[in-house]
């Protein structure tokens, strides 16, 4: 498949994909959001030889900066709706992938481009990035999921604040409000991000993706329905061949020997 606003890389059983719009700082527009998808699609399609996914943006300055505000400014209601459900699909999509997915946020990553990092299960950030939600600045909220998910991140009067105020935050204050897990010198931030995904990699894949469903869900539940899902999963998990192998192999005191379920 060729694309022509993302680049889609598979190497070393890791999954590279970057939005690649540099001249409109990687800005989302329905193109840029389709091939994101596209590229989403390609990834649950070879679970073998993409054991892990990591995002960023293509450029010096920016991850994302937001959504298309050139595309945006044509947009009525209706077709805002239409826009708003391709960006939730998308980045629900993201999120739905069983492998483990990095967001390396090597510049800014404002309004759309926060919200596709917060669709990642974990964001690395170089000292260069820049975090906000400043649609208000716009006479708009975020849509693509930012409501939600920030609060998810940060917590209810964090995410208040970062979007009534629409200000930008460099990557030290977001790291010290967890909105990413560590600040990495520019030029090792891929390699790091990377370095990451392949370790996550090489653990039982079917034990990190049933992880990442039962928390993702669990985060959204009750914690006496979370804990009947946990249940009901580390359960399910001793009928498969990976169990077997992983407890196997400790006791042989051997490394595991992992396939792809
Ligand atoms: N959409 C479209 N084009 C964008 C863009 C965006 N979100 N962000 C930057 N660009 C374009 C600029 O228009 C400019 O294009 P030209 O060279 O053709 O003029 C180019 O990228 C470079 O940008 P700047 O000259 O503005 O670069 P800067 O270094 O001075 O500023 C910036 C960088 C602070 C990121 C600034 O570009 C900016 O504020 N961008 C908009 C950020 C924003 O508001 N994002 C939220 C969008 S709304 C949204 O995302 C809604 C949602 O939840 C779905």
């Known amino acids: 498949m060729s694309f022509q606003n993302v680049t889609w890389d598979v190497s070393g059983g890791i999954g590279t994909l970057t939005v690649n719009r540099p001249k ?3 800005a989302l527009d329905v193109a840029t959001l389709t091939e994101i998808a596209q590229a989403i699609d390609l990834a649950r399609a070879q679970p073998a030889e993409v054991r892990a996914l990591v995002l960023t943006g293509a450029g010096e300055k920016a991850f994302v900066a937001g959504a298309d505000i050139a595309a945006m400014s044509k947009l009525g209601p209706a077709e805002a709706r239409e826009f708003a459900a391709l960006g939730h699909r998308t980045l629900n999509a993201l999120e739905a992938l069983p492998v483990v997915t990095i967001a390396a946020v090597n510049g800014f990553a404002l309004g759309g481009g926060c919200e596709l990092a917060m669709a990642c299960d974990l964001i690395y950030a170089s000292e260069k990035a820049r975090f906000g939600q400043p649609e208000v600045n716009l006479g708009l909220i ?7 998910r920030l609060i998810r991140r940060v917590g209810l009067m964090r995410a208040k ?19 990413c897990l560590e600040v990495l010198a520019p030029e090792q931030l891929l390699e790091q991000a990377r370095a990451r995904a392949t370790v996550i990699a090489s ?4 034990a990190v993706a049933v992880a990442k469903k039962v928390m993702q869900h ?9 804990l009947d899902g946990e249940r009901l999963a580390f359960a399910g998990l ?9 407890m196997a192999a400790f006791l042989e005191k051997r490394p595991a020997r992992f396939t792809i379920p």
């Open 203 to 206: 653990r039982g894949p079917a």
């Open 161 to 179: 604040e970062m979007i009534f105020s629409g200000d930008v935050y460099d990557a030290a204050r977001a790291l010290r409000m967890g909105l």
């Open 142 to 148: 975020p849509g693509f999921g930012g409501t939600q």
């Open 24 to 26: 409109q700082l990687n």
């Open 238 to 246: 001793f009928g498969t061949p990976e169990a077997r192998e992983g």
């Open 218 to 226: 669990g985060a959204d539940q009750l914690l006496g329905q979370a």
